[in-house]
């Protein structure tokens, strides 16, 4: 599975848009990009995937750039309950039985 | 739906001692995992399973144990812990669809 680069850590005001940077600059053509988020020290929780093309879905909006190298996880209206880690993974199987996690992104939502 | 359970939520062994991680869903999910969460960490994959009587390693499985003789319940084995196993423990499902993973509340274990 290809490796991800993400930022330790990122601080984002409430009521603005958060954008979560990852790179992933060896994937393959038939690896897919997950986001999960684990809040505090709960399980952790799916967010979005997505392949070649830009997903959205009530959680948030993925997009991936056209060589597919990097990603951006958008959360369009940040709340204080999104202050989470969040995790970008690559990975070859398109069902996700057997994730990855690097350290991912802390988000701190501040009022 | 009681989606993904984990039975114990806290435990303490000493060590030496073996114990079983208990972890049940009710999805019918043909995939599930084992993944260990340590301090300012990210998770690490302990044994997965894509079904009934099939199992793997993941990327740390020395000290572990896993079978699946349901597609319900996947029991993670500690045969005889050690410090360095003290850990939160995280069982999560996914169905044959793909693409989400489900996470149980996760175990909290500590050993002595």
């Known amino acids: 599975d290809a490796k991800t680069t993400q930022p330790p850590s990122m601080d984002c005001a409430e009521g603005r848009a958060a954008n979560l940077p990852c790179n992933h600059s060896?994937?393959?053509?038939?690896?897919?990009v997950y986001w999960y988020r684990q809040i505090h020290s709960q399980g952790p929780q799916y967010i979005i995937h997505g392949l070649k093309n830009n997903e959205t879905n009530e959680m948030a909006s993925l997009i991936i750039t056209e060589d597919r190298k990097s990603s951006t996880l958008i959360l369009p209206h940040a709340t204080l309950r999104d202050t989470a880690v969040y995790y970008c993974?690559?990975?070859?199987?398109?069902?996700?039985?057997?994730?990855?996690f690097g350290k991912g992104t802390s988000l701190l939502v501040t009022p | 739906n009681a989606g993904v359970t984990q039975t114990p939520k806290f435990q303490v062994l000493k060590t030496g001692q073996s114990m079983t991680l208990q972890c049940a869903q009710d999805m019918n999910h043909e995939y599930m995992s084992w993944y260990r969460q340590d301090p300012g960490m990210g998770l690490r994959l302990i044994h997965y399973?894509?079904?009934?009587?099939?199992?793997d390693q993941g990327e740390v499985p020395n000290g572990y144990n896993v079978s699946r003789s349901t597609t319900e319940d996947f029991p993670l084995r500690l045969l005889s812990a050690a410090p360095s196993q003290t850990s939160v423990y995280f069982c999560a499902s996914e169905g044959l669809a793909g693409g989400m993973q489900f996470f149980g509340p996760g175990t909290r274990l500590t050993v002595l």
């Open positions: 993974i690559v990975s070859l199987a398109s069902s996700g039985y057997a994730l990855n």
């Open positions: 060896t994937i393959s053509g038939n690896e897919y």
């Open positions: 399973s894509v079904g009934a009587g099939i199992t």
